[in-house]
């Protein structure tokens, strides 16, 4: 049985998506076997990938492919000639298309600019098999990297990661996955210290020298020079909780080049989304007409 909206179960890691109705196969199938048939190189993540990892089965409306941002015109090419509606979402990230009431996302990174798929993403990848089709399945250390910024008021993908390190910890290139993070190592760890509270009796499968490394971080921070005391990163993990700190707080947004990865352009729209898509509330109109020149400070 198809699992109901948000509900979980555990399924066989071989090719855990196998009792999903014919219509929902055959759109899923129809996507991965136009985008190999038009070359574009690509990888399954989100809740497929998820389940191959881990055997966790959860009910989706969309599958989720990784491209490099390059390939996204010829994707959607290829994808509307073979009957899907089609549109670039946020050209800074993602791209749809859609069938039979289904989804595809397009996903070269992250809506914040963090984890842009690059080569390391399919020369890491492993083999898979999703809807019986074999593929290629996004990295467990690059999922971890993108899900971990992921800390909306509606959606946090902690658990994601927890169980990803649980099932795939002892395998992890650990020294790759603290370089993906770079200096923004403190949300990794984050992450860290609460699967240790989650898996209390699985305190291990993190090795010792990784925990040790970053605690190692902070202390030389504590006794270090502060950086820049007026930047909100915040914006990196929810695009609307902290825009208090950037809107009227005095504080420089975290996401914005060319400290971070994003455009004012980007970031604009990015934003203007929040309040397309209810239940947000629209901005204050002072707020909205002077968010662009506030970027740009």
């Known amino acids: ?21 014919d219509d929902v196969c055959a759109t899923y199938v129809n996507a991965i076997e136009t985008l190999r048939d038009a070359d574009v190189e690509f990888l399954i993540g989100g809740a497929f990938a998820l389940a191959c990892y881990t055997g966790i089965l959860r009910d989706t409306k969309d599958l989720d492919v990784f491209l490099r941002r390059r390939d996204c015109k010829q994707a959607l090419a290829a994808l509307s000639s073979a009957g899907f509606a089609t549109d670039m979402t946020f050209s800074h990230w993602l791209a749809k ?13 992250g809506g914040n600019g963090v984890a842009s798929v690059d080569d390391l993403w399919f020369s890491h990848s492993h083999p898979g098999h999703v809807l019986g089709v074999p593929v290629r399945l996004c990295p467990p250390e690059e999922m971890i990297w993108s899900k971990a910024f992921i800390m909306e008021r509606e959606r946090f993908d902690g658990a994601d990661i927890a169980h990803l390190i649980l099932a795939r910890g002892q395998q992890l290139d650990w020294d790759r996955l603290i370089e993906r993070f770079g200096r923004r190592w403190r949300v990794l760890l984050s992450h860290l210290i ?25 202390k030389r921070e504590r006794t270090g020079s ?15 909780q902290y825009l208090p700190d950037v809107w009227g707080g005095g504080y420089a947004d975290g996401r914005l080049l060319p400290r971070g990865d994003m455009t004012v352009a980007e970031i604009a729209d990015w934003t203007a989304a929040i309040f397309a898509d209810p239940p947000c509330s629209p901005p204050h109109p002072a707020q909205a007409a002077s968010q662009s020149s506030r970027l740009s400070r």
Do not use: K, N
């Open 1 to 21: 049985m198809m699992p109901v909206p948000g509900s979980y179960t555990r399924a066989a890691l071989s090719d855990p998506i196998q009792s999903w109705p």
């Open 194 to 218: 609460l699967f240790g509270f989650i898996y209390p009796g699985e305190r291990s499968v993190v090795p010792g020298d990784v925990m040790d490394q970053l605690l190692e971080r902070v």
């Open 97 to 109: 298309a859609f069938a039979g009431g289904r989804y595809v996302d397009l996903i070269h990174g």
């Open 226 to 240: 502060a950086e820049e005391s007026r930047v909100c990163d915040g914006t990196l993990l929810s695009r609307q």
